[in-house]
């Protein structure tokens, strides 16, 4: 009669092992494909975000030094080539950081150029695109204010300077569209809102060029 081989605890830990290494192995050579497909697939994935970063930075780096000429243009006082700029770079770059300053400053050169429903329309596109940026989104909306002012339609132009008053009341022009709102709250004989906004103005900039402003036109016409 055979003694039975009494196997050591790192004995069967070894031929698990081995078994464990040959089933690995006889599985992979059965399914090697498909481990190779996954792997292409990956490398795959890690090429297209690659190509994707470094196409986007291109593009980034495109849209910038095309709004850099637009702005210098702009400066220069050439604002039709100005425009032609960020014209194209709103339809042509309109994904990259450039395109919220370039919308902007359609808007304003639209105003300037007395093109007014222009400018309101670039205007709205400003406000309805880029929440982020508090000084602009006020200045934005009183462009639309300014332009309804210029078009004799004051109701409006009331409104719109009000908003923009309280899009940004700590900002470096909210007493001018303070000011801006009483103007207009007296063209349409509106005395009540008009009041409200010259003792916001007496309060608050009593001692600025709108407060004083504010204060000899509401003694013209607020009385």
Same mark, same amino acid.
């Given at each position: 009669?055979?003694?039975?081989?009494?196997?050591?605890?790192?004995?069967?830990?070894?031929?698990?092992?081995?078994?464990?290494?040959?089933?690995?192995?006889?599985?992979?050579?059965?399914?090697?494909?498909?481990?190779?497909?996954?792997?292409?697939?990956?490398?795959?994935?890690?090429?297209?975000?690659?190509?994707?970063?470094?196409?986007?930075?291109?593009?980034?780096?495109?849209?910038?030094?095309?709004?850099?000429?637009?702005?210098?243009?702009?400066?220069?006082?050439?604002?039709?080539?100005?425009?032609?700029?960020?014209?194209?770079?709103?339809?042509?770059?309109?994904?990259?950081?450039?395109?919220?300053?370039?919308?902007?400053?359609?808007?304003?050169?639209?105003?300037?150029?007395?093109?007014?429903?222009?400018?309101?329309?670039?205007?709205?596109?400003?406000?309805?695109?880029?929440?982020?940026?508090?000084?602009?989104? $006020? @200045?934005?909306?009183?462009?639309? =204010?300014?332009?309804?002012?210029?078009?004799?339609?004051?109701? %409006? *132009? /009331? !409104? #719109?300077?009000?908003?923009?008053?309280?899009?940004?009341?700590?900002?470096?022009? $909210? @007493?001018?569209?303070?000011?801006? =709102?009483?103007?207009?709250?007296?063209?349409?004989?509106?005395? %009540? *809102? /008009? !009041? #409200?906004?010259?003792?916001?103005?007496?309060?608050?900039?009593?001692?600025?060029?709108?407060?004083?402003?504010?204060?000899?036109?509401?003694?013209?016409?607020?009385?």
């Amino acid at each position: 009669m055979q003694s039975k081989v009494k196997l050591t605890k790192r004995q069967i830990k070894e031929d698990k092992f081995t078994t464990f290494m040959l089933g690995a192995r006889r599985q992979f050579q059965e399914n090697w494909q498909f481990y190779a497909a996954g792997v292409l697939g990956l490398l795959l994935i890690i090429f297209a975000v690659s190509w994707y970063i470094n196409d986007s930075a291109a593009h980034q780096a495109e849209a910038e030094a095309k709004f850099a000429r637009a702005v210098l243009d702009y400066q220069a006082g050439d604002n039709q080539v100005a425009l032609l700029g960020f014209d194209q770079l709103l339809n042509e770059y309109g994904s990259t950081d450039v395109a919220e300053q370039a919308t902007y400053l359609l808007g304003n050169i639209h105003l300037s150029n007395k093109n007014y429903e222009d400018a309101i329309r670039y205007f709205e596109i400003y406000l309805e695109r880029y929440p982020d940026d508090r000084l602009n989104r $006020a @200045a934005a909306q009183a462009g639309i =204010a300014a332009a309804q002012e210029d078009l004799g339609n004051y109701a %409006e *132009a /009331a !409104e #719109a300077f009000a908003e923009a008053a309280g899009m940004h009341p700590e900002g470096p022009l $909210a @007493a001018d569209y303070e000011l801006g =709102a009483l103007r207009n709250y007296l063209n349409v004989g509106d005395l %009540e *809102a /008009a !009041e #409200a906004h010259y003792n916001t103005i007496a309060e608050k900039y009593a001692d600025t060029n709108p407060g004083r402003s504010a204060i000899v036109l509401y003694n013209e016409k607020g009385h």
